[in-house]
């Protein structure tokens, strides 16, 4: 299973990004990807969810500015970022679980300056 982050970069305050998750070794539709992002010095959290079934969870600082959707036909799960914050700034990770082994992207740079 190998995932591929894309699509971060520098914004400004309240503008708008998205990043992609192409998965291969797996389908996006059979095995939930979730969003993780590690700003400078902190752990990395939980920013999304969007389960196999179609699912989706959302953490409660970026509930109703962020929105996971997937392309079945791509096997690509995408972080629609709008609203963006200064807090919003780090690393950005998608991460897949199948068969008790959790998998990870390499990582997409975030960074909203104000």
């Known amino acids: 299973v190998q995932l591929q982050a894309s699509g971060g970069g520098l914004v400004q305050t309240g503008g708008s990004l998205r990043l992609s998750c192409a998965a291969s070794?797996?389908?996006?539709?059979?095995?939930?990807v979730a969003w993780y992002r590690q700003a400078p010095g902190a752990q990395r959290e939980w920013v999304a969810t969007?389960?196999?079934?179609?699912?989706?969870g959302y953490a409660d600082s970026v509930r109703g500015r962020f929105a996971v959707s997937r392309d079945n036909a791509a096997n690509t799960v995408y972080l629609q970022m709008d609203s963006l914050k200064s807090e919003d700034t780090g690393v950005y990770y998608c991460?897949?679980?199948?068969?008790?082994?959790?998998?990870w992207g390499q990582g997409t740079q975030v960074t909203v300056s104000s």
């Open positions: 070794g797996t389908l996006v539709t059979t095995n939930g």
């Open positions: 969007l389960a196999a079934g179609g699912a989706t």
């Open positions: 991460s897949l679980e199948k068969r008790n082994v959790r998998y």
